[in-house]
């Protein structure tokens, strides 16, 4: 397993942009897939990007498809999250998360973040 911190959550106005990163450590970062994931208060944790282990491959959740961009460094051993055209909705604590299958489904991911708040003001 892979333990993970994010940073870079913030306050930003609609329209905004925001950068998240996420530092692992261990030894198999490279092996995994990594995740974003972010949770509203009151709602279940959904899917935001996700990316191979390699960086060959991207997928992303419809709302955030042309204004998010999930990126990773493996011999930094980080994962990023570049927000652009921040909404209101967008607004949730964000989490990266490691699995070993290709997979949007948040039990499937082993290692966490702790999350990292971002909101966005109308």
């Known amino acids: 397993q892979v333990q993970l911190v994010e940073s870079g959550g913030g306050l930003v106005r609609a329209g905004g942009s925001l950068r998240l990163s996420c530092a692992a450590s261990?030894?198999?970062?490279?092996?995994?897939?990594m995740g974003w994931f972010r949770q509203a208060p009151g709602k279940e944790r959904e899917f935001v990007a996700l990316?191979?282990?390699?960086?060959?491959?991207?997928l992303y959740a419809d709302s955030v498809k042309g204004r998010f961009t999930i990126s990773r460094d493996n011999a930094k051993k980080m994962v990023y999250l570049q927000m652009n055209s921040l909404k209101p909705e967008d607004t949730a604590v964000y989490y990266c998360?490691?699995?070993?299958?290709?997979?949007?489904?948040?039990?499937?991911?082993?290692?966490w973040g702790q999350g990292t708040q971002v909101t966005v003001s109308s």
């Open positions: 261990g030894r198999s970062f490279s092996s995994y897939h």
């Open positions: 998360a490691a699995a070993s299958d290709f997979t949007v489904v948040p039990g499937d991911f082993g290692s």
């Open positions: 990316i191979t282990w390699s960086g060959g491959g991207t």
